[in-house]
């Protein structure tokens, strides 16, 4: 089983950045994809992106694509995910959550097994 704890969300005006940390415990997740999602209130989780284990396969959803990066950092046992969040939008107000699953990248939520407690990210117009 893998630990999970995201740091880094805040509140941001429009138009600002913030960098999402996931650090992960228990196990190393180098093989293992990992994946953001995202729930705002009264709506559903949504994926928000995702990251192979070798790093070299990220996947978006449409509405974060060119704006939002994911990345991992393997090496040295720092074992973290990243998820470089710019030109934010009122609308990507959520609870951002990371997630591990051994094997193959996907963007299916029900596939991740190992969740964090999530960070809130809040984007004031």
């Known amino acids: 089983q893998v630990q999970l704890v995201e740091s880094g969300g805040g509140l941001v005006q429009a138009g600002g950045s913030l960098r999402l940390s996931c650090a992960a415990s228990?196990?190393?997740?180098?093989?293992?994809?990992m994946g953001w999602f995202r729930q705002a209130p009264g709506k559903e989780r949504e994926f928000v992106a995702a990251?192979?284990?070798?790093?070299?396969?990220?996947?978006?959803a449409a509405s974060v694509k060119g704006r939002f990066t994911i990345s991992r950092d393997n090496a040295n046992a720092k074992n973290t995910v990243y998820l470089q969040m710019n030109n934010l939008k009122p609308e990507d107000t959520a609870v951002y959550s990371c997630?591990?699953?051994?094997?193959?990248?996907?963007?299916?939520?029900?596939?991740?097994?190992?969740w964090g407690q999530g960070t809130q990210v809040t984007v004031s117009s």
């Open positions: 997630a591990a699953k051994r094997g193959l990248i996907t963007i299916l939520i029900n596939s991740y097994t190992d």
């Open positions: 990251i192979s284990g070798s790093g070299l396969t990220p996947v978006y």
């Open positions: 228990g196990r190393t997740i180098s093989q293992y994809a």
